[in-house]
Protein backbone atom coordinates (compact mmCIF):
# COMPACT_ATOMS: atom_id res chain seq x y z
CA UNK A 1 0.00 0.00 0.00
CA UNK A 2 1.81 3.38 -1.16
CA UNK A 3 2.42 5.89 1.54
CA UNK A 4 1.63 9.41 1.92
CA UNK A 5 3.28 11.08 -1.20
CA UNK A 6 4.43 15.08 -1.09
CA UNK A 7 5.60 16.92 -3.17
CA UNK A 8 7.84 18.75 -4.28
CA UNK A 9 10.62 17.22 -1.35
CA UNK A 10 12.47 20.12 -1.66
CA UNK A 11 11.99 23.54 -2.62
CA UNK A 12 13.79 27.36 -2.59
CA UNK A 13 11.88 30.79 -2.89
CA UNK A 14 12.27 34.38 -2.01
CA UNK A 15 10.52 36.57 -0.29
CA UNK A 16 6.99 37.86 -1.26
CA UNK A 17 6.68 34.91 -3.67
CA UNK A 18 3.96 31.90 -3.00
CA UNK A 19 4.41 28.51 -3.04
CA UNK A 20 1.50 25.51 -3.47
CA UNK A 21 2.54 21.91 -2.37
CA UNK A 22 0.49 19.13 -2.61
CA UNK A 23 -0.06 15.90 -0.80
CA UNK A 24 -1.72 12.51 -1.95
CA UNK A 25 -3.24 10.59 0.60
CA UNK A 26 -3.08 7.14 1.19
CA UNK A 27 -5.67 5.45 -0.93
CA UNK A 28 -9.33 5.27 0.94
CA UNK A 29 -8.01 7.77 3.43
CA UNK A 30 -10.43 11.11 3.33
CA UNK A 31 -8.54 13.11 6.26
CA UNK A 32 -5.86 15.06 5.58
CA UNK A 33 -3.73 17.33 7.98
CA UNK A 34 -0.75 19.69 7.24
CA UNK A 35 2.00 20.58 10.30
CA UNK A 36 4.60 23.20 9.99
CA UNK A 37 7.71 21.82 11.55
CA UNK A 38 10.32 24.30 12.22
CA UNK A 39 13.48 23.98 14.79
CA UNK A 40 12.00 27.19 17.36
CA UNK A 41 7.97 25.88 17.01
CA UNK A 42 8.51 22.72 16.68
CA UNK A 43 5.33 20.90 14.98
CA UNK A 44 2.41 22.94 14.65
CA UNK A 45 -1.07 22.36 13.67
CA UNK A 46 -2.05 24.17 10.07
CA UNK A 47 -5.17 22.66 9.14
CA UNK A 48 -7.45 19.43 8.57
CA UNK A 49 -9.60 18.68 5.15
CA UNK A 50 -12.54 15.69 5.24
CA UNK A 51 -14.38 15.29 2.11
CA UNK A 52 -13.63 18.79 0.79
CA UNK A 53 -13.79 20.61 3.82
CA UNK A 54 -11.97 22.15 6.49
CA UNK A 55 -12.80 21.26 9.64
CA UNK A 56 -10.21 22.26 11.44
CA UNK A 57 -7.70 25.37 11.60
CA UNK A 58 -4.54 25.93 13.80
CA UNK A 59 -3.41 29.72 14.25
CA UNK A 60 -1.88 30.69 11.46
CA UNK A 61 -2.33 34.01 9.43
CA UNK A 62 -4.10 34.22 6.50
CA UNK A 63 -1.72 33.33 3.86
CA UNK A 64 -1.54 30.14 4.66
CA UNK A 65 -4.73 28.30 2.91
CA UNK A 66 -5.41 24.91 1.70
CA UNK A 67 -7.74 22.72 -0.10
CA UNK A 68 -9.25 19.20 -1.14
CA UNK A 69 -10.09 17.54 -4.02
CA UNK A 70 -12.90 15.22 -4.83
CA UNK A 71 -9.71 12.49 -4.69
CA UNK A 72 -9.02 13.47 -1.13
CA UNK A 73 -5.51 14.77 -2.78
CA UNK A 74 -4.76 18.12 -0.92
CA UNK A 75 -2.66 21.01 -1.55
CA UNK A 76 -1.86 23.94 0.75
CA UNK A 77 -0.45 27.51 -0.16
CA UNK A 78 1.57 30.11 1.69
CA UNK A 79 1.08 33.40 0.13
CA UNK A 80 3.94 36.20 0.43
CA UNK A 81 6.43 34.41 1.68
CA UNK A 82 8.13 35.36 4.74
CA UNK A 83 11.81 34.38 5.75
CA UNK A 84 9.64 32.49 9.22
CA UNK A 85 7.79 30.49 6.52
CA UNK A 86 11.34 28.56 5.79
CA UNK A 87 9.96 25.04 7.53
CA UNK A 88 9.83 21.07 6.64
CA UNK A 89 5.97 21.39 5.98
CA UNK A 90 4.26 18.18 6.64
CA UNK A 91 1.16 16.39 5.40
CA UNK A 92 -0.85 13.35 7.03
CA UNK A 93 -3.94 11.23 6.34
CA UNK A 94 -6.31 9.38 8.35
CA UNK A 95 -9.22 7.14 7.82
CA UNK A 96 -11.31 9.73 10.34
CA UNK A 97 -14.16 7.36 11.01
CA UNK A 98 -15.58 10.00 13.30
CA UNK A 99 -15.11 8.40 16.40
CA UNK A 100 -11.94 9.47 16.88
CA UNK A 101 -8.24 10.72 15.36
CA UNK A 102 -7.15 7.61 14.75
CA UNK A 103 -4.12 6.75 13.60
CA UNK A 104 -1.83 9.51 11.56
CA UNK A 105 0.16 8.57 8.71
CA UNK A 106 2.89 11.17 7.99
CA UNK A 107 4.58 12.41 4.68
CA UNK A 108 8.11 12.90 4.58
CA UNK A 109 7.83 16.35 4.04
CA UNK A 110 8.29 19.42 2.13
CA UNK A 111 11.36 21.44 2.79
CA UNK A 112 10.99 25.14 2.17
CA UNK A 113 13.57 27.40 2.14
CA UNK A 114 12.44 30.92 2.26
CA UNK A 115 15.55 33.42 1.03
CA UNK B 1 -5.89 18.31 24.64
CA UNK B 2 -4.08 17.82 28.14
CA UNK B 3 -0.24 19.14 28.50
CA UNK B 4 2.00 16.30 28.35
CA UNK B 5 5.33 16.43 30.00
CA UNK B 6 8.18 14.34 28.90
CA UNK B 7 11.96 14.29 29.49
CA UNK B 8 14.05 16.32 26.96
CA UNK B 9 16.64 13.55 26.13
CA UNK B 10 17.30 9.70 27.34
CA UNK B 11 19.88 7.01 26.68
CA UNK B 12 19.44 3.30 26.21
CA UNK B 13 22.29 0.57 25.19
CA UNK B 14 20.86 -1.30 22.36
CA UNK B 15 19.45 -4.68 23.00
CA UNK B 16 18.08 -3.48 26.58
CA UNK B 17 14.60 -2.05 27.03
CA UNK B 18 13.84 1.66 26.38
CA UNK B 19 11.33 3.05 29.24
CA UNK B 20 10.13 6.17 27.69
CA UNK B 21 7.91 8.17 30.74
CA UNK B 22 5.25 10.75 29.85
CA UNK B 23 3.28 12.86 32.57
CA UNK B 24 -0.20 14.13 31.57
CA UNK B 25 -1.95 15.00 35.67
CA UNK B 26 -4.88 16.44 33.64
CA UNK B 27 -6.18 13.80 31.14
CA UNK B 28 -9.78 13.95 30.74
CA UNK B 29 -11.67 10.32 31.06
CA UNK B 30 -12.52 10.24 27.18
CA UNK B 31 -8.55 11.42 26.14
CA UNK B 32 -6.39 8.72 24.63
CA UNK B 33 -2.74 8.76 24.73
CA UNK B 34 -1.10 8.68 21.92
CA UNK B 35 2.84 8.45 20.78
CA UNK B 36 4.77 8.85 17.67
CA UNK B 37 8.39 8.91 17.03
CA UNK B 38 9.99 11.31 14.23
CA UNK B 39 13.15 9.43 12.94
CA UNK B 40 15.33 12.69 11.90
CA UNK B 41 14.13 14.67 8.48
CA UNK B 42 11.09 11.98 8.19
CA UNK B 43 7.66 12.64 8.76
CA UNK B 44 6.63 11.11 12.83
CA UNK B 45 5.28 7.33 12.78
CA UNK B 46 2.31 6.25 14.75
CA UNK B 47 3.24 3.92 17.12
CA UNK B 48 0.71 3.06 19.40
CA UNK B 49 -2.27 4.48 21.67
CA UNK B 50 -4.22 3.55 24.41
CA UNK B 51 -6.89 4.82 26.69
CA UNK B 52 -7.23 2.72 30.06
CA UNK B 53 -5.27 -0.55 29.81
CA UNK B 54 -1.97 -0.89 28.66
CA UNK B 55 -1.87 -1.97 24.80
CA UNK B 56 1.00 -4.19 23.03
CA UNK B 57 1.48 -4.26 19.31
CA UNK B 58 4.72 -5.38 17.28
CA UNK B 59 6.95 -2.05 18.15
CA UNK B 60 6.21 -1.66 21.55
CA UNK B 61 4.28 -1.84 24.74
CA UNK B 62 2.00 1.01 26.58
CA UNK B 63 1.34 1.02 30.35
CA UNK B 64 -0.72 3.47 31.51
CA UNK B 65 -1.18 3.93 35.58
CA UNK B 66 -4.48 3.51 37.13
CA UNK B 67 -5.37 6.56 37.35
CA UNK B 68 -4.31 7.81 34.08
CA UNK B 69 -2.13 10.41 35.12
CA UNK B 70 1.44 9.26 33.51
CA UNK B 71 1.97 6.52 30.68
CA UNK B 72 5.22 4.49 29.63
CA UNK B 73 5.76 3.35 26.57
CA UNK B 74 8.26 0.34 26.69
CA UNK B 75 10.72 -0.32 23.73
CA UNK B 76 11.85 -4.22 24.53
CA UNK B 77 14.95 -4.65 22.64
CA UNK B 78 16.01 -1.16 21.45
CA UNK B 79 17.78 -0.96 17.63
CA UNK B 80 20.12 1.89 16.68
CA UNK B 81 17.32 2.41 14.35
CA UNK B 82 15.28 3.71 17.35
CA UNK B 83 16.78 6.77 17.51
CA UNK B 84 14.50 9.22 17.28
CA UNK B 85 12.39 12.30 19.05
CA UNK B 86 9.25 10.50 20.63
CA UNK B 87 5.82 11.97 21.24
CA UNK B 88 3.20 11.73 24.03
CA UNK B 89 0.15 12.78 23.36
CA UNK B 90 -2.96 13.38 24.91
CA UNK B 91 -6.14 14.11 23.03
CA UNK B 92 -10.29 13.19 23.07
CA UNK B 93 -10.36 12.49 19.15
CA UNK B 94 -13.71 12.92 17.89
CA UNK B 95 -14.24 16.13 15.34
CA UNK B 96 -10.99 17.48 16.92
CA UNK B 97 -8.44 15.83 14.05
CA UNK B 98 -5.20 17.77 15.67
CA UNK B 99 -2.44 16.79 17.66
CA UNK B 100 -0.89 19.07 19.65
CA UNK B 101 2.92 17.95 19.68
CA UNK B 102 5.23 18.74 22.58
CA UNK B 103 9.11 18.78 22.45
CA UNK B 104 9.15 14.95 23.61
CA UNK B 105 12.08 13.03 24.03
CA UNK B 106 15.24 12.32 22.02
CA UNK B 107 16.07 8.90 22.64
CA UNK B 108 19.46 7.96 22.07
CA UNK B 109 20.80 4.66 21.13
CA UNK B 110 24.15 3.50 21.85
CA UNK B 111 25.99 0.25 20.83
Known amino acids: KAGVTQTPRYLIKTRGQQVTLSCSPISGHRSVSWYQQTPGQGLQFLFEYFSETQRNKGNFPGRFSGRQFSNSRSEMNVSTLELGDSALYLC??????????????FGEGSRLTVL | DAKTTQPPSMDCAEGRAANLPCNHS???????VYWYRQIHSQGPQYIIH???NNETNEMASLIITEDRKSSTLILPHATLRDTAVYYC????????????FGKGTLLTVNP
Open chain 2, 50 to 52: GLK
Open chain 2, 26 to 32: TISGNEY
Open chain 1, 92 to 105: ASSLASGTGIGELF
Open chain 2, 89 to 100: IATSGGSNYKLT
